[in-house]
Nanobody, 115 residues
Framework: QVQLVESGGGLVQPGGSLRLSCAAS????????MNWVRQAPGKGLEWVSA????????YYADSVKGRFTISRDNAKNTMYLQMNILKPEDTAVYYC????????WGQGTQVTVSS
């Protein structure tokens, strides 16, 4: 039962913060690089961030660099995305997955940034 479950989204004002979680099960989470991606209304999937299997290397899309921080706790099979200084353009459904993309997508978690 390979599964990814995103949580932590919600409605926040511009400039606010949220921390998203991605709970993984059914595979060896610690062996895989992981991605966060998002889908804004009417748009395709946009890559947001990536983290190496051990957490030592991180990468960010230019649109979120300096505002978002990706991390993971392999002992808990969980990945996180700390989102600060949120902007309306960050409004999207956020998904997590492996870099190789062979794990079924979760339902995502909705982030809405609005004043």
């Amino acid at each position: 039962q390979v599964q990814l479950v995103e949580s932590g989204g919600g409605l926040v004002q511009p400039g606010g913060s949220l921390r998203l979680s991605c709970a993984a099960s059914g595979f060896t989470f610690s062996s895989y690089w992981m991605n966060w991606v998002r889908q804004a209304p009417g748009k395709g999937l946009e890559w947001v961030s990536a983290i190496s299997s051990g957490g030592g290397s991180t990468y960010y899309a230019d649109s979120v660099k300096g505002r978002f921080t990706i991390s993971r706790d392999n002992a808990k099979n969980t990945m996180y995305l700390q989102m600060n200084i949120l902007k309306p353009e960050d409004t999207a459904v956020y998904y997590c997955n492996t870099i190789v993309g062979k794990v079924p997508w979760g339902q995502g978690t909705q982030v809405t940034v609005s004043s």
